[in-house]
T-cell receptor, first 117, second 110 residues
Framework: EAGVAQSPRYKIIEKRQSVAFWCNPI?????LYWYQQILGQGPKLLIQ????????DSQLPKDRFSAERLKGVDSTLKIQPAKLEDSAVYLC???????????????FGPGTRLTVL | GQNIDQPTEMTATEGAIVQINCTYQ??????LFWYQQHAGEAPTFLSY????GLEEKGRFSSFLSRSKGYSYLLLKELQMKDSASYLC???????????FGKGTMLLVSP
């Protein structure tokens, strides 16, 4: 079974530029998550989708971050404009849970390492 | 809100046993996960506890006490490849979101 796919794996941009990350979850997984992991810390949830609807985006900095999952499968996360403090690894995860609160295990992709100069 | 505490770093010797503790405070609890993360790689699932007690899976075991807000991950017969960060995460009731601790970096030496 193919795992969670993410691209690009690495990205270097200047502050105030924009950047987009792509994620393709495990086939059949209804729930998709985007996390931000700053060096030396655990992942922090940015947004959770159930199919193509947003379940939780309470920690997403909505003035600069946006995400979509239009067809309920793959997803993009965008940052515009980027700040120095956005330098981090952006992890995508998916789980089979079809109902909120299902408690399923989340499976992570390899992540995108973003460096903002 | 949630608060999760785990040691920042631990060291151990190949072949030994090590216990990584995790304490937590949360307003809604739907289980506790342990993930392993090697440097530069994605977290990989190790264990899930939702009821009190010990779950054993090969060389790895995980324990949960909900009344004490406490869990530990026990690694036996340590191997060099076990050098990694170990992340404790609470699954929140409601939307099954995970809140992660900062992780414990385990260094296994020969």
């Amino acid at each position: 079974e193919a795992g969670v796919a993410q691209s690009p794996r690495y990205k270097i941009i200047e502050k105030r530029q924009s950047v987009a990350f792509w994620c393709n979850p495990i086939s059949g997984h209804a729930t998709l998550y985007w996390y931000q992991q700053i060096l030396g810390q655990g992942p922090k949830l940015l947004i959770q989708f159930q199919n193509n609807g947003v379940v939780d985006d309470s920690q997403l900095p909505k003035d600069r971050f946006s995400a979509e999952r239009l067809k309920g499968v793959d997803s993009t996360l965008k940052i515009q404009p980027a700040k120095l403090e956005d330098s981090a690894v952006y992890l995508c995860a998916s789980s089979p849970a079809r109902l909120a609160g299902g408690g399923d295990t989340q499976y992570f992709g390899p992540g995108t390492r973003l460096t903002v100069l | 809100g949630q608060n999760i505490d785990q040691p920042t770093e631990m060291t151990a010797t190949e072949g030994a046993i090590v216990q990584i503790n995790c304490t937590y405070q949360t307003s809604g609890f739907n289980g506790l996960f342990w993930y392993q993360q090697h440097a530069g790689e994605a977290p990989t699932f190790l264990s899930y506890n939702v009821l009190d007690g010990l779950e054993e899976k090969g060389r790895f075991s995980s324990f949960l006490s909900r009344s004490k807000g406490y869990s530990y991950l026990l690694l036996k017969e340590l191997q060099m490849k076990d050098s990694a960060s170990y992340l404790c995460a609470i699954m929140n009731s409601g939307y099954s979101t995970l809140t992660f601790g900062k992780g414990t970096m385990l260094l296994v030496s020969p």
